[in-house]
């Protein structure tokens, strides 16, 4: 951090506040205190019969793989309303959310994402929305694998592919270290 987004000042410094545990940085100018913290990334695994629909990313990173759709979420939405939006924005599809299936760490990108079992309407109402290429529909066995952009989705797929064979949905707790 170089400048205080608050009042603008240089006179920043990276240390523990008063009172607290954690290094911050600390405005010494306006002692405005700059908190960061982990963002929540919500999606859904949508789905229609026995078909799982992956997104093709038109962006990078991981431009022109495949992955559920999901995104950061926005200031004032609910992690459901966040997933939803993301289905929306990314495919162009409605779904009704199921169950959360996954809440996966990721430490170092400061992350956690946060995925739902989506059931989609009709298998026909969708499209490329932003940042993506291509939607389809997958039966298991064409899940393109080593084409799956992210591991938190490889994780929701196995998982979800693992609960439906057992008839019982859970939530799944994982992290990429
Ligand atoms: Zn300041």
Redo the contacts with the bound molecule.
Sequence with gaps: MKY?S????K?LEFKVPKGDVHKRWV?N????IHYSNPNIIAGCIPIWEDKIMLAKRSIGPKKGMWNLPAGFMENGETVSQGALREVREETLCEVDLGPLITIFSIPRARQVHMHFVGEMKDDKSFGNGIETSDVQLFLEEDIPWDDIAFETSKFTIRNYLEDRKKGEFKVHIGDLT
């Design positions: 205080c608050n009042c603008g000042s006179r405005c100018q306006c002692k405005m």
